[in-house]
C-alpha cells in the first residue's frame, strides 16, 4: 500500500496565524483527502483533494478556513488559516488507491495546539 | 446515506480475555465495512475489511470481525487480549465509491 509522509508532525501556533500541513505520497493517486479528529472525537472529513480542480468540502468546512492544494497525483496541502483554539486538533491526510472496495492509507496525522 | 454506530466509548479487558468491540452500520446499498486502530500519538491503520466477500474476516495481530447483513453488525473480537492491544478503534463503512464515514471510536483499555 501507499506510504504517506504528512509534515509537521505536530505544531503550536499562535491564535490568528496559518499553518500549512502537508501530504507527500510515494504513488500517484487519484483522490485524497483530509480529516480533522478533534480531541476524544472520532475523524471528520474535512474535503476531497482533486488533482487538477478545487477541492470538494463538506458540510461545515469552506474553502477561506481550509484551503487545499493539489498540483499533482502524489501532494496535497492543507491550510488551517486565521486559526482559533477550536482548531486545535489532529488533522490527517489519507489516499484511497483503489477507488473502490478498499480503505483509505492514513498518514500519521499533525498535531496541532493553537495556543 | 451511511452511517456507524460503535456501542461503549470504552471497554475494558483483562490480559488473556475475550476482546469484543461492537459495530452497526447503516447502508443503502451492500456497504464496505472496516475497522482500523490507533495507537496512542500515531496515524490509523488498517485491522481488516470486508468487501462482499467472505464474511467472516481476518485481520492483523489476531483479530477478525464477521458482517452480519440481518442485524447490520461488524464486531470485531479477539481470543485473547494482550497489553499491547491497548488503543483506540474505529469501526467504518463506505457505501459503494462514496467517502469513508467513521463511527465514534472504542478505547481498548487492557489490564493485567
Known amino acids: 500500500s501507499a506510504v504517506i509522509s504528512q509534515k509537521p508532525s505536530r505544531d503550536i501556533c499562535q491564535r490568528g496565524t496559518s499553518l500549512t500541513i502537508q501530504c507527500q505520497v510515494d504513488s500517484q493517486v487519484t483522490m485524497m483527502f483530509w480529516y480533522r479528529q478533534q480531541p476524544g472525537q472520532s475523524l471528520t472529513l474535512i474535503a476531497t483533494?482533486?488533482?487538477?480542480?478545487?477541492?470538494?468540502?463538506e458540510s461545515g468546512f469552506v474553502i477561506d478556513k481550509f484551503p487545499i492544494s493539489r498540483p499533482n497525483l502524489t501532494f496535497s496541502t492543507l491550510t488551517v488559516s486565521n486559526m482559533s483554539p477550536e482548531d486545535s486538533s489532529i488533522y490527517l491526510c489519507s489516499v484511497d488507491e483503489t477507488g473502490g472496495s478498499y480503505g483509505y492509507t492514513f498518514g500519521s496525522g499533525t498535531r496541532l495546539t493553537v495556543v | 446515506a451511511q452511517s456507524v454506530t460503535q456501542l461503549g466509548s470504552h471497554v475494558s479487558v483483562s490480559e488473556g480475555a475475550l476482546v469484543l468491540l461492537r459495530c452497526n452500520y447503516s447502508?443503502?446499498?451492500?456497504?464496505?465495512l472496516f475497522w482500523y486502530v490507533q495507537y496512542p500519538n500515531q496515524g490509523l491503520q488498517l485491522l481488516l475489511k470486508?468487501?462482499?466477500?467472505?464474511?467472516l474476516v481476518k485481520g492483523i495481530n489476531g483479530f477478525e470481525a464477521e458482517f452480519k447483513k440481518s442485524e447490520t453488525s461488524f464486531h470485531l473480537t479477539k481470543p485473547s487480549a494482550h497489553m499491547s492491544d491497548a488503543a483506540e478503534y474505529f469501526c467504518?463503512?463506505?457505501?459503494?465509491?462514496?467517502?469513508?464515514?467513521f463511527g465514534k471510536g472504542t478505547m481498548l483499555l487492557v489490564s493485567p
Open positions: 483533494a482533486n488533482q487538477g480542480s478545487e477541492a470538494t468540502y
Open positions: 447502508s443503502s446499498v451492500p456497504p464496505y
Open positions: 467504518a463503512v463506505r457505501s459503494g465509491y462514496s467517502t469513508l464515514t
Open positions: 470486508y468487501t462482499s466477500a467472505a464474511t
